[in-house]
């Protein structure tokens, strides 16, 4: 089954840890080293049930599960594991006893507990251990006799986890199960091993961290210009025009603040509009954090009274609800387990105040700093990371944080000791794919890039190779196995998503999965910039995402499917109004898009995406303007103008893509100075004038990719076509679920393309009137396919 944070979060509540009920039987402490009185361990989330039964129609609709351990043991102890994915709070069994017996039909059962007078109070998170004295046997039978409710006229009962101990240790594993009901088993059995390092939800690794004095800081060989760049009319612009006017007319500044407000006691005006339960709400200040990251990374690149007038005012109101302690978050200081709090709002908040910071803002850095003077201490580390939804995303928090002009070396310290997973790093380093789709807690996810962003962040603050080596192995990995052509990338919470599964009408191609990815290889390309890449996968991110999730000014979509509709009908309204996961990470790159067209370096200048532009810099204390004039990606042709004051010495680096059908021949003032090869930079090492005029041809061409993925129909055949770096999509007589076929094979469809009069990128197809080609990120609402049949294939 797929789920989405939209299907399945949206006005879902889950509940604080200080709501769990408390323990109806013996419970499993937590490590004796975390706190002085043991309290009941938690299970750390699970994105499946290890079993689950069919939905039946009665709640007394008596059924039972039974392990088989091989032969008679001792049992000390048997220990039921609830779900804890977030989507069945409440699916532990209502009534229920636990029977041992050497006989498999259980004629004369011994029992071990009885639950079925009275109903059983929901655990929650909360691991059950049932005390079973030593008795002989070799089957333990869980015997349900009244269902949990799942929806209307529908019962169930699921688990996570069924341990048998017999002399410290889990007899059960491994081992088969029956039952009566032919219930679900899970992608991890009922019986499974235990996770890496264990089921519960504390982390305290103190020997991980790293002393300050043994770090060797690594340096990236170029950067990422923080203003000084311009864009002129083309796609870009237009993305980055429609970003400000979609935050400027999405959500109300008071409507920003007022759960900030909210937190602190503070009164909020009169007429706002209603919050969404889920996106707002539950993840109290993450809308700030979007208006935040999009309007402070576009206040850099251009000057905006009204949008600069909100930011600001958005941080004093953060200010004026500061706590004494530093505290500045949305929500109270002890929900912080609540829904996603710890990971995704925190990042969110904290993102916003970075990009405010670096926009011009005095305030940002230190209510940042004030904040993580608070976090680094704060009592709930230990639990941050499996005891809340999707806490690993927090890790990115923390390691921007420290590369703040107010970072500390604690602000790594604590990622080290209390997230850093030493057996998910070595996963990672071994190129092992499990590490990605299998990711053993809370659920895999295009989430878990934001991992790698962070362990390369810790690479470059302390030079351990193993956090290098670890991200670029989950780059190897996301890369080969789960990108889609055209660059979306492939996975999702809540699904199944195998190494190249590459699923067509899945809701894959998650706008936040290729933001995360488009900065990740952006740090990527500043550690090993002449690599090209990593830019290459930038550019895909931005031109077959980003700017196709755009819905104008109006707003932001979801999803990037690949056939039928872009995201559900439903999806064209509900993108524009509500402050998803997308819509926050969609503001962030919208507004930072001219920060990926150049990088500098102390010798030079790379030229990185082809987009009308300026860059603005100094060379040897020199001020430097570098001008491209393109109409890209309609038209190949690119030229570059200088303008400096008095000669200057610097190497100027084009970009030759990957996607480049053959050399591209380089000019300077007309003559012919170099030719480069796809994959790699051309170096342009000279002592340049003013109005010296580089110029050339992308060599951009039509190229076909023939699908794999899971969605294959035997007899038919699916091609992708790609223009450059432009995904291409079919319209016209194309059905609702986006299926077509074309009367070409693979080897004639090229052949058979011609340009659309007056409409750049736009291709006739002869031949078949009814379908014409244009790029993804144009399909809008329209029904479409990047994978048509082909005849003959």
Same mark, same amino acid.
């Given at each position: 089954?797929?789920?989405?944070?939209?299907?399945?979060?949206?006005?879902?509540?889950?509940?604080?840890?200080?709501?769990?009920?408390?323990?109806?039987?013996?419970?499993?402490?937590?490590?004796?080293?975390?706190?002085?009185?043991?309290?009941?361990?938690?299970?750390?989330?699970?994105?499946?049930?290890?079993?689950?039964?069919?939905?039946?129609?009665?709640?007394?609709?008596?059924?039972?599960?039974?392990?088989?351990?091989?032969?008679?043991?001792?049992?000390?102890?048997?220990?039921?594991?609830?779900?804890?994915?977030?989507?069945?709070?409440?699916?532990?069994?209502?009534?229920?006893?636990?029977?041992?017996?050497?006989?498999?039909?259980?004629?004369?059962?011994?029992?071990?507990?009885?639950?079925?007078?009275?109903?059983?109070?929901?655990?929650?998170?909360?691991?059950?251990?049932?005390?079973?004295?030593?008795?002989?046997?070799?089957?333990?039978?869980?015997?349900?006799?009244?269902?949990?409710?799942?929806?209307?006229?529908?019962?169930?009962?699921?688990?996570?986890?069924?341990?048998?101990?017999?002399?410290?240790?889990?007899?059960?594993?491994?081992?088969?199960?029956?039952?009566?009901?032919?219930?679900?088993?899970?992608?991890?059995?009922?019986?499974?091993?235990?996770?890496?390092?264990?089921?519960?939800?504390?982390?305290?690794?103190?020997?991980?961290?790293?002393?300050?004095?043994?770090?060797?800081?690594?340096?990236?060989?170029?950067?990422?210009?923080?203003?000084?760049?311009?864009?002129?009319?083309?796609?870009?612009?237009?993305?980055?025009?429609?970003?400000?006017?979609?935050?400027?007319?999405?959500?109300?500044?008071?409507?920003?603040?007022?759960?900030?407000?909210?937190?602190?006691?503070?009164?909020?005006?009169?007429?706002?509009?209603?919050?969404?339960?889920?996106?707002?709400?539950?993840?109290?200040?993450?809308?700030?954090?979007?208006?935040?990251?999009?309007?402070?990374?576009?206040?850099?690149?251009?000057?905006?009274?009204?949008?600069?007038?909100?930011?600001?005012?958005?941080?004093?109101?953060?200010?004026?609800?500061?706590?004494?302690?530093?505290?500045?978050?949305?929500?109270? !200081?002890?929900?912080?387990?609540?829904? $996603?709090?710890? /990971?995704? *709002?925190? &990042?969110? @908040?904290?993102? =916003?105040?970075?990009?405010?910071?670096?926009?011009?803002?005095?305030?940002?850095?230190?209510?940042?700093?004030?904040?993580?003077?608070?976090?680094?201490?704060?009592?709930?580390?230990?639990?941050?990371?499996?005891?809340?939804?999707?806490?690993?995303?927090?890790?990115?928090?923390?390691?921007?944080?420290?590369?703040?002009?107010?970072?500390?070396?604690?602000?790594?310290?604590?990622?080290?000791?209390?997230?850093?997973?030493?057996?998910?790093?070595?996963?990672?380093?071994?190129?092992?794919?499990?590490?990605?789709?299998?990711?053993?807690?809370?659920?895999?996810?295009?989430?878990?890039?934001?991992?790698?962003?962070?362990?390369?962040?810790?690479?470059?603050?302390?030079?351990?190779?193993?956090?290098?080596?670890?991200?670029?192995?989950?780059? !190897?990995?996301?890369?080969?196995?789960? $990108?889609?052509? /055209?660059? *979306?990338? &492939?996975? @999702?919470?809540? =699904?199944?998503?195998?190494?190249?599964?590459?699923?067509?009408?899945?809701?894959?191609?998650?706008?936040?999965?290729?933001?995360?990815?488009?900065?990740?290889?952006?740090?990527?390309?500043?550690?090993?910039?002449?690599?090209?890449?990593?830019?290459?996968?930038?550019?895909?991110?931005?031109?077959?995402?980003?700017?196709?999730?755009?819905?104008?000014?109006?707003?932001?979509?979801?999803?990037?499917?690949?056939?039928?509709?872009?995201?559900?009908?439903?999806?064209?309204?509900?993108?524009?109004?509500?402050?998803?996961?997308?819509?926050?990470?969609?503001?962030?790159?919208?507004?930072?898009?001219?920060?990926?067209?150049?990088?500098?370096?102390?010798?030079?200048?790379?030229?990185?995406?082809?987009?009308?532009?300026?860059?603005?810099?100094?060379?040897?204390?020199?001020?430097?303007?570098?001008?491209?004039?393109?109409?890209?990606?309609?038209?190949?042709?690119?030229?570059?103008?200088?303008?400096?004051?008095?000669?200057?010495?610097?190497?100027?680096?084009?970009?030759?893509?990957?996607?480049?059908?053959?050399?591209?021949?380089?000019?300077?003032?007309?003559?012919?100075?170099?030719?480069?090869?796809?994959?790699?930079?051309?170096?342009?090492?000279?002592?340049?004038?003013?109005?010296?005029?580089?110029?050339?041809?992308?060599?951009?061409?039509?190229?076909?990719?023939?699908?794999?993925?899971?969605?294959?129909?035997?007899?038919?055949?699916?091609?992708?076509?790609?223009?450059?770096?432009?995904?291409?999509?079919?319209?016209?007589?194309?059905?609702?679920?986006?299926?077509?076929?074309?009367?070409?094979?693979?080897?004639?469809?090229?052949?058979?393309?011609?340009?659309?009069?007056?409409?750049?990128?736009?291709?006739?197809?002869?031949?078949?009137?009814?379908?014409?080609?244009?790029?993804?990120?144009?399909?809008?609402?329209?029904?479409?396919?990047?994978?048509?049949?082909?005849?003959?294939?």
């Amino acid at each position: 089954m797929e789920v989405n944070r939209r299907e399945l979060l949206a006005g879902m509540l889950l509940g604080a840890v200080t709501d769990r009920p408390a323990a109806a039987e013996t419970l499993i402490d937590r490590p004796a080293a975390a706190e002085s009185a043991p309290r009941p361990e938690r299970i750390a989330p699970m994105a499946h049930a290890g079993y689950e039964t069919q939905q039946l129609a009665q709640a007394d609709a008596a059924s039972w599960v039974q392990v088989d351990l091989g032969a008679d043991c001792a049992i000390d102890a048997v220990r039921l594991y609830p779900v804890n994915d977030f989507t069945t709070p409440d699916a532990f069994p209502a009534r229920f006893r636990l029977d041992a017996s050497s006989d498999p039909s259980f004629a004369q059962p011994a029992p071990i507990a009885d639950h079925t007078g009275a109903d059983y109070a929901s655990p929650g998170d909360q691991i059950r251990s049932f005390a079973a004295g030593g008795i002989k046997a070799r089957y333990v039978r869980l015997t349900v006799t009244r269902l949990r409710p799942r929806g209307e006229k529908a019962f169930w009962f699921a688990l996570a986890k069924l341990d048998v101990v017999s002399g410290g240790r889990d007899v059960a594993e491994g081992r088969p199960i029956t039952d009566s009901a032919k219930g679900l088993l899970g992608v991890t059995a009922l019986t499974r091993p235990p996770r890496p390092v264990g089921e519960g939800v504390h982390t305290d690794n103190p020997a991980n961290v790293i002393p300050d004095g043994r770090w060797k800081p690594v340096s990236y060989r170029a950067q990422v210009p923080r203003g000084g760049v311009r864009l002129d009319p083309g796609p870009l612009k237009t993305a980055f025009d429609n970003n400000i006017t979609y935050l400027l007319n999405s959500w109300t500044a008071d409507e920003l603040v007022r759960e900030f407000r909210d937190r602190a006691g503070k009164p909020n005006p009169t007429g706002l509009r209603k919050q969404a339960p889920f996106w707002e709400r539950d993840l109290a200040g993450s809308n700030a954090g979007r208006f935040l990251m999009g309007a402070g990374n576009a206040l850099r690149w251009t000057d905006h009274p009204e949008l600069r007038r909100r930011l600001d005012y958005i941080v004093d109101v953060i200010e004026e609800c500061r706590q004494p302690n530093g505290y500045i978050m949305a929500y109270p !200081e002890d929900s912080i387990f609540y829904s $996603e709090r710890a /990971g995704y *709002t925190r &990042a969110w @908040v904290t993102h =916003g105040l970075i990009e405010a910071g670096y926009s011009g803002n005095p305030k940002a850095f230190g209510l940042l700093r004030g904040y993580y003077d608070w976090f680094d201490e704060c009592r709930y580390l230990p639990e941050l990371l499996r005891g809340t939804a999707q806490g690993v995303q927090g890790m990115i928090a923390n390691t921007r944080m420290f590369f703040t002009p107010v970072g500390r070396p604690k602000d790594v310290q604590v990622v080290q000791r209390y997230f850093q997973e030493n057996y998910w790093l070595d996963q990672l380093g071994r190129r092992e794919e499990k590490a990605i789709w299998q990711y053993p807690y809370d659920r895999p996810h295009c989430y878990l890039i934001t991992d790698l962003e962070a362990y390369l962040d810790l690479y470059r603050a302390t030079g351990a190779r193993r956090y290098l080596d670890a991200s670029l192995g989950g780059w !190897e990995l996301y890369q080969s196995d789960w $990108e889609h052509t /055209g660059g *979306t990338i &492939a996975i @999702v919470e809540f =699904g199944v998503y195998p190494p190249k599964s590459y699923l067509l009408h899945a809701e894959t191609g998650e706008l936040c999965g290729n933001v995360f990815w488009a900065f990740f290889n952006q740090r990527l390309h500043m550690l090993d910039p002449e690599r090209e890449t990593y830019v290459n996968e930038i550019e895909k991110s931005i031109y077959n995402v980003a700017l196709a999730n755009q819905a104008g000014d109006r707003g932001i979509r979801y999803h990037a499917r690949l056939a039928g509709r872009t995201g559900d009908p439903e999806e064209a309204s509900w993108d524009v109004v509500v402050n998803t996961c997308c819509a926050g990470q969609g503001t962030r790159i919208y507004g930072a898009l001219p920060e990926f067209i150049y990088s500098l370096a102390d010798d030079g200048v790379y030229v990185n995406l082809f987009a009308a532009s300026t860059i603005e810099w100094k060379q040897a204390g020199q001020p430097v303007e570098l001008h491209m004039t393109t109409d890209f990606p309609f038209r190949r042709h690119v030229e570059l103008r200088l303008s400096t004051r008095q000669a200057v010495r610097a190497r100027i680096r084009l970009r030759v893509p990957a996607w480049a059908a053959r050399d591209m021949p380089v000019q300077v003032n007309g003559a012919g100075v170099a030719v480069g090869k796809a994959g790699s930079y051309v170096v342009l090492d000279r002592t340049w004038k003013n109005d010296d005029v580089i110029s050339f041809v992308l060599p951009a061409e039509f190229r076909l990719t023939h699908y794999t993925g899971q969605e294959r129909v035997p007899g038919h055949e699916l091609y992708a076509l790609e223009y450059g770096p432009i995904l291409m999509a079919l319209v016209g007589d194309v059905d609702e679920k986006g299926g077509a076929r074309l009367p070409h094979g693979p080897g004639e469809l090229i052949r058979s393309l011609a340009p659309k009069a007056g409409h750049p990128l736009t291709f006739r197809i002869d031949g078949d009137p009814a379908y014409e080609y244009i790029p993804y990120w144009q399909v809008g609402e329209r029904v479409f396919t990047c994978y048509p049949e082909l005849a003959g294939a």
